[in-house]
């Protein structure tokens, strides 16, 4: 859970600034999300509607290739800027999010949504993945099978009987 309190930033002047380091290892964010790290850095100002959340995130998720299906690990960076209000005028606001009672802010919803965002919309293992063998499901990446026998031009089969 990603949550810092921000009691005594908010007792700072406005443009105050506290910077948080992050090195997490494996984090659930959420119900649909899981990264094996998140590291970076984030900003906190005070301004004077509320406090601002910059950062820059490092994190790797575990994708599904689309071709071979087989589990990959996929690193990606994010960049996170967020406004937190007073509950109030987070609600008046609209887009920004809000300040909870104990005076922290809570993370984790913003920076699974950025990562989310980040994600490619096909994941590939590798970017000339051969996939599966539409036949027999064999990982063509990991060799051929044997199905393709049929497919290979006819003239390359004379040349085989030579060998
Ligand atoms: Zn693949
Ligand atoms: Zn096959």
């Not at 859970?1 to 959420?30: A, F, H, T, V």
């Not at 790797?60 to 406004?83: D, G, I, K, M, W």
């Amino acid at each position: 859970m990603m949550r810092i309190n921000i009691s005594r930033l908010l007792q700072e002047p406005w443009g105050s600034l506290r910077k948080y380091d992050l090195d997490e290892g494996s984090l659930r964010l959420g119900d649909d999300l899981e990264v094996d790290f998140l590291r970076g850095t984030l900003r906190l100002t005070h301004t004077n509607e509320g406090i601002l959340v910059q950062g820059k995130l490092t994190t790797q998720v575990t994708l599904e290739c689309v071709r071979c299906l087989e589990p990959f690990a996929y690193r990606l960076s994010v960049n996170l800027t967020e406004r937190f209000l007073p509950a109030p005028a987070a609600a008046r606001d609209g887009e920004a999010l809000s300040i909870s009672n104990d005076n922290s802010v809570d993370l984790d919803e913003p920076i699974r949504e950025a990562i989310l965002l980040a994600l490619p919309m096909r994941s590939l293992c590798r970017p000339d993945c051969r996939g599966l063998c539409p036949e027999c499901g064999q990982n063509l990446n990991l060799g051929q099978c044997g199905c393709q026998k049929e497919d290979i031009d006819p003239r390359l089969d004379v040349l085989r009987q030579l060998l």
